[in-house]
């Protein structure tokens, strides 16, 4: 079946840029995304990357596809004390599974 | 982005009691909609799958009787906990998601967070 997995925890300095890795199983998955969710608020989709991509920048946000490996990353340049969230990807061929979710913490 | 309002946001009810969640696409027609538990700290676990008119695929280990879907009409899809009890105390998200090709994002509800007591 599907499996997606995250890294559980991220502690940067303010300022710094933030990398969160993802990996998954499902070679069909036509579409990937990150998801931010603040402490007991829904999901924000931040962005979303098509299989046949390898990269997509979007201001801040850079995201790195190797489909090769099933390694889905999501880079924050001049990560803010605002960007402290969990951060979730997910992946889709119709269904939208989710990773356990990385906490990112920012320290000033 | 399009909205998804999902209500109530929280609820507290009885053990033994039924209680409806409601998940509306508000400026969209939502052919799909997803139907996820969180408990604290874990990530999202997908329920059920909803199409409009058809009745909802459940994953596996979902009681299907328990945690009753449907998804009447392409803004409005429901999430009954029946007869509730405390290990049913979550946070629940929907997700919807447009039709058509090249439909990539699913728009998030802000969750309900039930408590059973």
């Known amino acids: 079946g599907e499996d997606v997995e995250q890294s559980l925890f991220l502690s940067v300095r303010e300022g710094d840029s933030s990398v969160i890795n993802c990996t998954y199983t499902d070679s069909s998955s036509t579409y990937l995304y990150w998801y931010k969710q603040e402490p007991g608020a829904g999901l924000q989709l931040l962005t979303y990357?098509?299989?046949?991509?390898d990269m997509k920048q979007d201001q801040r946000l850079t995201v790195l596809l190797n489909k090769k490996d099933k390694h889905l990353s999501l880079r924050i340049a001049d990560t803010q004390t605002g960007d402290s969230a969990i951060y979730f990807c997910a992946e889709t061929s119709y269904k939208l599974i989710f990773g356990s979710g990385t906490r990112l913490l920012v320290r000033p | 982005g399009a909205v998804v309002s999902q209500h109530p946001s929280w609820v507290i009810c009885k053990s033994g009691t039924s209680v409806k969640i409601e998940c509306r696409s508000l400026d969209f027609q939502a052919t799909t909609m997803f139907w996820y538990r969180q408990f604290p700290k874990q990530s999202l676990m997908l329920m059920a799958t909803s199409n409009e008119g058809s009745k909802a695929t459940y994953e596996q280990g979902v009681e299907k009787d328990k945690f009753l879907i449907n998804h009447a009409s392409l803004t409005l899809s429901t999430l009954t906990v029946t007869s509730a009890h405390p290990e049913d105390s979550s946070f629940y998200i929907c997700?919807?998601?447009?039709?058509?090709?090249?439909?990539?994002?699913?728009?998030f509800g802000q969750g309900t967070r039930l408590t059973v007591v």
């Open positions: 990357i098509f299989s046949n991509m």
């Open positions: 997700s919807a998601r447009g039709g058509g090709q090249g439909n990539t994002e699913a728009f």
